[in-house]
């Protein structure tokens, strides 16, 4: 299994949209992808903003490259979110999950 992470600080008055978004858009795109297992959603207040790390988890590589493409370190972020946010990870990690 593949743990696929990216982290963002959103706007302050944009958080709640921004997880909205997220529950609304992102996750039911996921789940209609052969190989995504399940995605977690953390946040903390910092300095400006709020951050998130969002962690999706699939079976292979090759599941990620259905949802990212061919260029699987790239992160996806649309337009719309990225008007959410302070800044944000234009590339995400992956590892490889040991132990859950």
Same mark, same amino acid.
């Given at each position: 299994?593949i743990?696929?992470h990216?982290? %963002?600080?959103?706007?302050?008055?944009?958080?709640?949209?921004y997880?909205?978004?997220?529950?609304r858009?992102?996750?039911?795109?996921?789940?209609? @992808?052969e %190989? #995504?297992?399940?995605?977690? @959603?953390?946040?903390?207040?910092?300095?400006?903003?709020?951050? #998130?790390?969002?962690?999706?988890?699939?079976?292979?590589?090759?599941? @990620?490259?259905r #949802?990212?493409g061919?260029?699987?370190e790239?992160?996806?972020?649309?337009?719309?979110?990225?008007?959410?946010?302070?800044? #944000?990870?234009?590339?995400?990690g992956?590892f490889?999950?040991?132990?859950?």
């Amino acid at each position: 299994m593949i743990a696929r992470h990216w982290r %963002g600080v959103a706007k302050p008055d944009r958080a709640d949209e921004y997880v909205a978004h997220l529950r609304r858009d992102t996750l039911s795109e996921l789940a209609r @992808i052969e %190989g #995504f297992v399940s995605a977690s @959603i953390m946040r903390r207040p910092v300095d400006g903003g709020v951050e #998130f790390l969002v962690v999706t988890l699939w079976d292979s590589l090759d599941a @990620i490259k259905r #949802f990212a493409g061919p260029e699987l370190e790239r992160a996806v972020v649309p337009d719309n979110v990225q008007r959410m946010m302070k800044e #944000f990870d234009k590339y995400v990690g992956h590892f490889e999950v040991v132990e859950t």
